[in-house]
């Protein structure tokens, strides 16, 4: 099919936050429905209908009511979106051995050899995994068909814009797809990148490729090397099974209103600890940097961090050095807008050295503790365990 016998697909879910609250309220499907961040906060996804509506993303809350107020916003629920994000990508794996997921709503997947084994060309394989994916989950999804991730993003992008969902760039003729395609629409070129090679006469793909290696690297570094091989067709990315733990994980989230109060900030707080926890359990790792941030009503940022003897993943563990870290940058009398924590110094279980006075069975029972917590919230929902610090007396 190709001239390096590689063929990639890359799976994006369509307006993927919308999509999620359709699945689970099938009377808004059709309608003009956008997702904001929180009570208060942006437009960060839009259905269809809401995009002809003319709802813009980021677009604060009170605005898109006032300019388009027939809109239905719905809050973002994000325990929700990730547990089916998971269902996406075990589909996507029990179909594919090779499935790179790249984010909550996008994975590469490798369609190398499939076509023997489905017994149809990866063009109508892509249909039918999208089919597939529409039927068993009821998520719709665009399919981006190529030689490299570079070219199968650019093509789930047009695939988008294309009647049933898929789009094939044939590397053998990449050249003439890079000629109406705009510097601007390829993975990895933002807004200073773009400028940057504006100012130098680049304006489409097709002026990009046709730069030596050596002007590239000179211009951008081997980052623009890669990027043009990639778009030639060359695989120089695998897809790969591979996990690389994340260098840091960070949960952060607007208040539902300006305040002052403690015990509100510590119930935000905890729930950050819950789900960034949860987050690293999940990919089998632990973190020993635990940071805390507040946010004033000023978009001032107050922020603290304490190094571990030894790592963990357990919101009980957690919350208590995040509240004394709390007291450190906390003060009753500024109004905070947002809260976060940020772990770092991130480590897969396998790496983790043996301490010399470890408790095992403090340990086994942390193990066993987290274990329930987590089967219990992937079958009835997020927060359906309540964690640390909880008051309900939570008002100014």
């Given at each position: 099919?190709?001239?390096?016998?590689?063929?990639?697909?890359?799976?994006?879910?369509?307006?993927?936050?919308?999509?999620?609250?359709?699945?689970?309220?099938?009377?808004?499907?059709?309608?003009?429905?956008?997702?904001?961040?929180?009570?208060?906060?942006?437009?960060?996804?839009?259905?269809?209908?809401?995009?002809?509506?003319?709802?813009?993303?980021?677009?604060?809350?009170?605005?898109?009511?006032?300019?388009?107020?027939?809109?239905?916003?719905?809050?973002?629920?994000?325990?929700?979106?990730?547990?089916?994000?998971?269902?996406?990508?075990?589909?996507?794996?029990?179909?594919?051995?090779?499935?790179?997921?790249?984010?909550?709503?996008?994975?590469?997947?490798?369609?190398?050899?499939?076509?023997?084994?489905?017994?149809?060309?990866?063009?109508?394989?892509?249909?039918?995994?999208?089919?597939?994916?529409?039927?068993?989950?009821?998520?719709?999804?665009?399919?981006?068909?190529?030689?490299?991730?570079?070219?199968?993003?650019?093509?789930?992008?047009?695939?988008?814009?294309?009647?049933?969902?898929?789009?094939?760039?044939?590397?053998?003729?990449?050249?003439?797809?890079?000629?109406?395609?705009?510097?601007?629409?390829?993975?990895?070129?933002?807004?200073?990148?773009?400028?940057?090679?504006?100012?130098?006469?680049?304006?489409?793909?097709?002026?990009?490729?046709?730069?030596?290696?050596?002007?590239?690297?000179?211009?951008?570094?081997?980052?623009?090397?890669?990027?043009?091989?990639?778009?030639?067709?060359?695989?120089?990315?695998?897809?790969?099974?591979?996990?690389?733990?994340?260098?840091?994980?960070?949960?952060?989230?607007?208040?539902?209103?300006?305040?002052?109060?403690?015990?509100?900030?510590?119930?935000?707080?905890?729930?950050?600890?819950?789900?960034?926890?949860?987050?690293?359990?999940?990919?089998?790792?632990?973190?020993?940097?635990?940071?805390?941030?507040?946010?004033?009503?000023?978009?001032?940022?107050?922020?603290?961090?304490?190094?571990?003897?030894?790592p963990t993943c357990y919101e009980w563990e957690v919350s208590d050095i995040a509240f004394t870290l709390l007291e450190e940058i906390y003060s009753p009398d500024i109004l905070y807008r947002s809260t976060g924590v940020v772990m770092e110094g991130i480590k897969y279980d396998s790496e983790e050295q043996l301490f010399l006075f470890n408790n095992e069975e403090q340990e086994t029972?942390?193990?066993?503790?987290?274990?329930?917590?987590?089967?219990?919230?992937?079958?009835?929902?997020?927060?359906?365990?309540?964690?640390?610090?909880?008051?309900?007396?939570?008002?100014?």
């Open positions: 099919m190709n001239k390096n016998n590689n063929v990639i697909a890359l799976v994006d879910c369509d307006s993927f936050f919308v999509c999620c609250e359709q699945k689970m309220r099938p009377e808004l499907k059709g309608k003009p429905v956008s997702v904001i961040s929180n009570k208060n906060g942006c437009v960060i996804s839009r259905s269809k209908e809401a995009k002809k509506l003319g709802v813009r993303m980021g677009e604060p809350l009170f605005m898109a009511k006032k300019e388009h107020p027939t809109g239905i916003y719905v809050v973002a629920n994000h325990g929700l979106y990730a547990t089916i994000s998971h269902q996406v990508m075990d589909l996507l794996r029990d179909f594919s051995p090779t499935v790179d997921v790249y984010s909550i709503d996008e994975a590469f997947v490798e369609f190398t050899g499939l076509s023997k084994l489905y017994k149809m060309d990866y063009i109508r394989l892509a249909k039918f995994l999208r089919q597939k994916i529409k039927d068993e989950l009821d998520i719709s999804v665009s399919i981006g068909v190529s030689s490299s991730k570079t070219l199968a993003k650019l093509a789930s992008d047009k695939a988008k814009n294309v009647y049933g969902g898929v789009y094939y760039i044939n590397p053998d003729l990449a050249l003439e797809e890079m000629k109406k395609t705009s510097i601007e629409e390829i993975w990895g070129i933002g807004k200073n990148l773009t400028r940057l090679l504006h100012s130098s006469g680049i304006i489409t793909a097709y002026e990009l490729v046709t730069k030596s290696d050596e002007w590239l690297d000179k211009k951008i570094g081997i980052h623009g090397k890669e990027m043009k091989h990639e778009l030639l067709g060359e695989t120089v990315s695998k897809v790969t099974n591979e996990v690389k733990p994340p260098k840091s994980i960070q949960n952060t989230k607007a208040l539902g209103e300006f305040t002052s109060n403690i015990n509100t900030i510590k119930n935000e707080l905890n729930r950050h600890i819950h789900t960034s926890c949860r987050k690293l359990r999940h990919i089998g790792a632990k973190s020993n940097l635990i940071g805390v941030m507040l946010r004033t009503k000023d978009f001032k940022v107050y922020y603290a961090k304490k190094m571990l003897d030894k029972k942390n193990q066993n503790l987290a274990a329930c917590i987590d089967k219990l919230e992937s079958k009835f929902g997020k927060n359906i365990i309540k964690t640390g610090f909880t008051h309900q007396n939570v008002q100014n």
